[in-house]
């Protein structure tokens, strides 16, 4: 099995026609499409400030252009050793020969503002009380005003016996290990859909980054299993650490109706603690203190998540509560502002927020940190307050997806009326397929 081909145009679709027609006639795509307008024009501040932007994924780079804008005299250093930047709302395409790995990488250098210092190591520790950012060498990093941008470390440690080189090979597969880990899901996914056999899902009981990749991978998975004819000899069971698929329950419940329909198991609190690649033999543990072994002829392994060491180990970690275990940084939900350390904000997957780690919640979040701290360094209080807006672009197979959009308390928030978010359509994989990346490179560079 190779790559599919890009779906069929529109034009051999009347109803296709007439969505995109409307799109070309739409203004703004939608919030999670990162609507291609500009903000709004405001007087640059004037100020001598030192802005220092731990990490240069999404979060980091849109803040920081978006600061280069918003201030005029302030010297902004982006600290983050990666020289690539990857679009990481590509990997499940990547991972199901949908996309060539080379469409998730980009340059960082072409991503940062003009002016910007950049010191290429990465953040190993932080010391607010000082005002200081330590990197991998050792070198203290003064600041005035600091933005945490660090996404988030994938604990593939949790797991005994998991060895990430062991992807693509001896059917392990895991979206979420970068490009190459996406690129080498392809190949272990291509090899079990033309044989056939058991399939393991899983999925673990701490916070992800875009929680809603283990279920289109496992949509995408029986899709592939159904296009290679070994369906029928296939058995393709999801197992969740949890007592859900999904945090959302209307969302839950519709895709665990569409899996029942499917054919698609699922296990409940069954947690992934170990594996044996040569034996094809992965190991689960339930509350009750069991531990139960499943053979396996592919399993996607997504890793516990957690915040990175130099946050996790710092004082600007969650002391107590719900995010203290993973270490996660301490914001408030509304401002993304640090709770003890006012001249600190948070962008993206670290922050120990209800919800917000993807893409989508950079879109919307991002213009807000860079609006409420340029009002912390004029002395003013932040004024803008973020809903936790969150976006799934769910796939259900090939050439058709969901666009499930909510907000912190997990309330539906749709942004196009054509697009019911609960019934999949052509439209929502359009965008999808085609129209988010761009969208998201947009955002990157500040210019929405």
Known sequence: MRPSAPP?????????????????ATPALLPAAGALHAPPVRAAVKTSAHIVIAGSGLGGVAVANRLAKLTDGARITIVDAKEEHNYQPGYTLVATGIWPVNKVRDRNADLQPAGVEWIKEMAAGFDPAAKTVITTSGRRVPYDFLVVATGLHL???QIEGMDTAAIGREGVASVYN?????????????????RGGQALMTL??????????????????????HQAGTLDKSQVQFMSALGSVFGVKVINDNVLERWKALGIGVEYTHKLVAIDIGAHRATFATP????????????????????PDAVRQSDLAWKEGPFAAGGWLEVDKATLQHRRYPEVFGIGDINGTPRGKTAATVKKSAPLVAHNLVEVIAGRQPDQQFDGYTSCPMITREGSAMLIEFDYEGRLTPSLPMIDPLQDSYMAWLMKYRMLKPAYLAVAKGRV
Not at 8 to 24: C, M
Not at 181 to 193: D, I, K, N, P, V
Not at 288 to 307: N, Q, S, T
């Open 8 to 24: 069929p145009p529109a034009a051999a679709d009347p109803s296709r026609r007439r969505l995109l027609r409307g799109l070309a």
């Open 155 to 157: 604990d593939y440690a």
């Open 178 to 194: 970068g490009p190459q880990g996406a690129q080498a899901t392809w190949a272990a996914m291509q090899a079990f859909a033309e």
């Open 204 to 225: 673990p009981a701490t916070p992800l980054k875009c929680a809603g990749a283990p279920l289109k991978m496992t949509f995408l998975l029986r899709d592939r299993l």
């Open 288 to 307: 009750e203190g069991e531990r139960v072994e499943r053979p396996y002829d592919f399993i996607h392994v997504v890793p516990p998540m957690r915040a």
